[in-house]
């Protein structure tokens, strides 16, 4: 539990790391798969609009989504990162 400033000052370095380190992996995935999941993640975007956007029917946006995810899962895995 969190009970003072340098708790708290910690607790917001952990997760800027965190951030730092997924966006990274991020950067490490296929260009195709890396850009849904920006879109669907950081752009908060619905699938139909990634679709729209990037010119690729639904399922194929929700496969490269999929597969980003289980990339990404890999990766960490291979890093044995903990991420909280």
Not at 26 to 48: A, N
Not at 56 to 76: D, E, K
């Given at each position: 539990m969190?009970?003072?400033?340098?708790?708290?000052?910690?607790?917001r370095?952990?997760?800027?790391?965190?951030y730092?380190?997924?966006?990274?992996?991020?950067?490490?995935?296929p260009?195709?798969?890396?850009?849904?999941?920006?879109?669907?993640?950081?752009?908060?975007?619905?699938?139909?609009?990634?679709?729209?956007?990037?010119?690729?029917?639904?399922n194929?946006?929700?496969?490269?989504?999929?597969?980003?995810?289980?990339?990404?899962?890999?990766?960490?895995?291979e890093?044995?990162?903990?991420?909280?």
């Amino acid at each position: 539990m969190l009970t003072g400033p340098e708790d708290i000052a910690s607790a917001r370095i952990e997760k800027r790391q965190t951030y730092d380190t997924i966006r990274q992996l991020i950067e490490m995935l296929p260009e195709e798969q890396r850009e849904v999941i920006v879109l669907r993640i950081y752009g908060d975007l619905s699938f139909k609009e990634i679709s729209e956007l990037t010119s690729v029917s639904i399922n194929t946006a929700l496969g490269r989504m999929r597969y980003g995810l289980i990339n990404l899962r890999r990766l960490i895995e291979e890093r044995k990162l903990v991420l909280r």
